[in-house]
């Protein structure tokens, strides 16, 4: 059974039935760990952060990148900055909730797709001893998690992704960086979980932003009914974010060709902007496992070396 959340017109889910649906999504994800994903993980990310540690005097052989200009020219004689790997990362969670995350023409919505990713990211990284915290966002900014490690932790994270009620006519994804480059003072590995539709033209700016002070991986949840249209004969729709509704003749190839061809564009425009902000994308499928697309990204960055 679900409530009904009257300020903004999504539903809440009631505590028998959340924990059920956690509960799934804790299984499914635990089916999904293996050691080739917790590979994948640490060879892609172990050490992508550096902290610096001191200047000492430069020695035949160092980078010369490495040095520090300003001692140097204290001092008379060369000096250069030494860094050590950072030990532990921090994933960043940004979890759109607005309406339209709440549709799905199969077993699952795309907002389970976001807590199943979210719940499979963060229990490989608690394995891993690296702290895991939570923004949920909708037209702004709702709750924040602030970082720590532990099961328990990242359970509560995949609970608030499913208990928040469905909120906001569109997804401010500008403001919810705005607020992340605020609350997060040291480097993060930030995933940002999104349908991406009707994102505000200057998104890519903040975006760019976050991407210089952080590791940035943009996760696109999609369902395959928003990508092609079934031929289904007249078929009335309603417009999540909006209320909108109209009737749509999916019997003809043009309407769906028209359809087809709107996604396309959208995930093109999608693309050029997270190329620009020097960010990575990864598409998520309602109608598939979110673990195979995510492995494979993870292998194909440790090949370049951890670099997007």
Known sequence: MAAKDEQSGGTTLLAPELMARVRQIQIRTHDLISDVLQGAYRSTFRGTGIEFEEVRPYQPGDEVRSIDWNVTARTGEPYIKTYVEERQLTL????????????????????????????????????????????????????????????????????????????????SIASAIDHELRVLPRRALVFLVSDFLDVESDWERVLGQMSRRHDVVCLRVFDPFEEELPAAGCLSMREMETGRT?????????????????????????LTTVAKARSDLIDLSTAESVAEPIVRYFKGRAKRGGRR
């Open 246 to 270: 109209v009737e749509v003749d999916t019997a003809s190839e043009r309407v769906r060709k028209a359809w087809s061809d709107a996604a396309r564009a959208r995930r093109e425009a999608l």
């Open 92 to 171: 960043q969670f940004l979890v759109d909730t607005s309406l339209s995350m709440d549709f799905g023409s199969g077993a699952k919505t795309k907002r389970e797709v976001a807590a199943e990713v979210t719940a499979l990211l963060s229990f490989v990284a608690v394995q891993q001893q690296d702290n895991v915290g939570l923004t949920l966002f909708a037209d702004t900014p709702g709750l924040h998690l602030a970082p720590e490690k532990g099961h328990r932790h990242v359970l509560r994270v995949v609970r608030e992704v499913m208990a928040a009620p469905a909120r906001g006519r569109r997804s």
